[in-house]
């Protein structure tokens, strides 16, 4: 019999960017009572994200069961080679591996997939699929196949991909965006699951990720910068209650014989403030500027005097570190023998950093080769978590200062964690509500396969998760 019935079941996965468990399974679990529903007929628990705990690699992870070093994609922006200012987006055409719906397409299975990051521009699949928030605008070719676009348009009229400047001030534009984005994406998804032949539907919402970034600290009593009694303090409740009724109405269109994944790619904390880290490396006479910037300025756009530099970093999340090292980079400045001694060293001092009042704030600096068993394209020489993520790093130059309060980027109250959300219920069997330990993103990939009674393709890095246990 295998896991199930020789009939393939139907798979729905519903992703929610950055959806946390400390507010999904702890804090609000029972006001959200079609999510409540899931949870105590499923197999549960916390998932741990890729390193790094971001969306661009994590769902491409995800769904590949590669991690970052295989996929050769560490953040958003990747050194395109060894030249100082050469970046690329990490798109669609970056994933160089088989994700499920490749390998179900293959197989003649009928996919559909709504927002899944990294699917823009979009490549031939056995369905249909709107692509993804790192589609430039509507303008751009964000379905496949190219036509369904005219569907889409007549199913919520003008599609929104992400919303527009999610770190801003005007918290009350950003937050009718959200919800509107949010309303137009499941609205689409409801026509789809209605009126498209599938056998595996996938949807990521970025709505959850755009709401804890604009409004966390808002409601999380214990961030610096919350006020007792903010207007926005529900904001986030209220969304996630919102989300709960969507996803209720989804799970009404679905019949016995699907099988139901909720999962976010990592989790969110407050955060604290920002390192500058070129700031720091200035100070440590890692970082040599021609002249002094009038103000804050990006590190692309800074005098650097490149033979006198030995480490620059960039701002996000978490921070890519990189080495200026002679017959590497044009104009090095490490000689490659000394290399290990100064990474070693920089790990050393950046793992030292305190915040401004001097506290030890727990920085974690890892060697590529120490998170993946295999490094490819032209990964950072570092990779580091300030305050292990509860500080994000600020890639400008002319702050200042070490620490700054405020983003380079524009306002933003809220971190990448390293956990995520992950439920999986069965209509035709319950998980009765039995929480599981030790899953890791990688694990979703093989598990779809394994529900389809598919074989898992040997390099695959995760294991199949089991309603037995």
Request: charged content about 25%; proline content about 6%.
């Amino acid at each position: 019999m295998g896991w199930f019935s020789k009939k393939t079941r139907k798979v729905l996965v519903l992703g929610l960017d950055c959806a946390t468990p400390q507010l999904v399974f702890d804090r609000w679990l029972k006001d959200l009572p079609n999510i409540k529903s899931l949870v105590d007929r499923s197999v549960y628990g916390e998932m741990k994200s890729c390193d790094p705990p971001i969306t661009v690699p994590a769902w491409a992870s995800m769904m590949s069961s590669k991690n970052p070093g295989r996929l050769g994609i560490y953040g958003f922006r990747n050194r395109a080679d060894y030249s100082y200012d050469k970046l690329t987006m990490a798109n669609s055409t970056s994933v160089k591996e088989d994700r499920v719906w490749d390998i179900l397409s293959r197989a003649g299975k009928q996919v559909a997939l709504i927002g899944v990051p990294q699917t823009y521009p979009p490549k031939p699949i056995n369905g249909h699929m709107v692509t993804c928030f790192l589609t430039p605008d509507i303008s751009s070719n964000f379905t496949y196949p190219a036509e369904f676009r005219n569907e889409v348009q007549k199913v919520v009229g003008e599609y929104i991909l992400d919303v527009k400047d999610f770190r801003t001030e005007n918290k009350e534009l950003i937050l009718r965006q959200i919800f509107e984005m949010t309303e137009k994406r499941f609205k689409l998804a409801r026509h789809m699951l209605k009126n498209k032949p599938w056998d595996y539907f996938m949807m990521v919402e970025m709505g959850v990720d755009r709401i804890h970034h604009g409004f966390w600290k808002y409601m999380d009593t214990t961030h610096r910068k919350y006020e007792v009694g903010n207007p926005f303090e529900n904001a986030i409740y209220d969304y996630y209650r919102y989300l709960d009724r969507e996803i209720g109405e989804i799970l009404s269109l679905i019949d016995s014989d699907t099988v139901v994944f909720l999962v976010s790619d990592h989790g969110a904390k407050k955060m604290e403030g920002g390192i500058c880290i070129n700031e720091w490396f200035r100070r440590e006479g890692y970082l040599k500027l021609a002249e002094d910037p009038a103000g804050p300025t990006p590190i692309s756009r800074a005098s650097v005097d490149w033979r006198e530099t030995k480490a620059w970093g960039e701002g996000g999340y978490y921070s890519r570190i990189f080495m200026n090292v002679k017959g590497r980079e044009p104009h090095g400045a490490i000689d490659p023998k000394d290399y290990e001694t100064v990474r070693t060293e920089l790990i050393a001092k950046l793992e030292a950093l305190t915040d401004e009042k001097g506290q030890p704030i727990g920085t974690k600096v890892y060697r590529p080769e120490e998170l993946y068993p295999e490094v490819r394209g032209i990964a950072p020489d570092l990779i580091a978590y300030f305050g292990n993520l509860y500080w994000r790093s600020v890639g400008s130059v002319g702050l200042g200062s070490i620490h700054t309060f405020e983003n380079d980027t524009g306002p933003d109250d809220a971190n990448h964690a390293e956990h995520g959300i992950f439920v999986m219920a069965d209509p035709k069997r319950s998980g009765e509500g039995r929480k599981l330990t030790g899953l890791q993103l990688m694990d979703m990939a093989p598990t779809i396969l394994k529900l389809f009674d598919m074989p898992v393709p040997h390099d695959m890095e995760g294991k199949a998760v089991s309603f037995a246990g």
